[in-house]
């Protein structure tokens, strides 16, 4: 039995449309190319489950707040609409929205650059980004603040992203390994903080 991927070439690679995709043009995924919409396809069909599974697994619900990042089509974006209901918001944002664009869409759509343009305004619970070099936090070249690897040059792509807090390797402290945004009802004073801990000493902040 072929594969998925093997399925899905055999559908829809042609000579024609592989000739569309140029050296000359700026953009590999450039959404206004003819084979635009048979790449969403594609993505969609290896990548939704798996994406749908994990932010389920993060507790998406009623009422929250979304930013879909380069959403490109509305398969994601419109699957978190529905998740977070008419309660919830969710904004998909892109560099070209002419495939997102929809009068019936329920899901608000915003032209954005996130390498270049400062964030949307207000909050979000949940900032997904699957195929968008969102931010560049200098790593390798940096960690943290400081220099990690003087002698190589630093990454130039995406926007340079500074820490908002950082905390040296004291009281056997060694790295900070993400953490959740509380949504208890048990303590309504902190819902909404990010909580994180490190990963060796188990301290949290």
Known sequence: MR??????????????????????????????????????????????????????????TPGWRVWEVGAGSPSVPAHFA???????????????????ESADATYEVLRHDVGLEPPPPGFFDLVHARLAKVVNYGWSVYEGSHSYKPSEPLNRRGKLVRPIYQYGHVNGNCAIAGGYVYRGS???????????GDNCSGAIW
């Open 3 to 60: 594969s998925l991927r093997e399925r899905f070439l055999a559908r829809h690679t042609s000579k024609a449309q592989d000739e569309n995709v140029t050296r000359g043009e700026k953009y590999l995924l450039d959404n206004q190319q003819v084979e635009a919409g048979q790449r969403f396809d594609a993505l969609s069909v290896l990548f939704n489950p798996s994406t749908f599974r994990h932010t389920q697994s993060l507790g998406l």
């Open 82 to 100: 529905e998740q977070v209901g008419p309660q919830g918001h969710v904004l998909a944002t892109d560099i070209d929205t002419s495939w997102l």
């Open 186 to 196: 048990s303590q309504p004073a902190l819902r909404g903080r990010y909580f994180f």
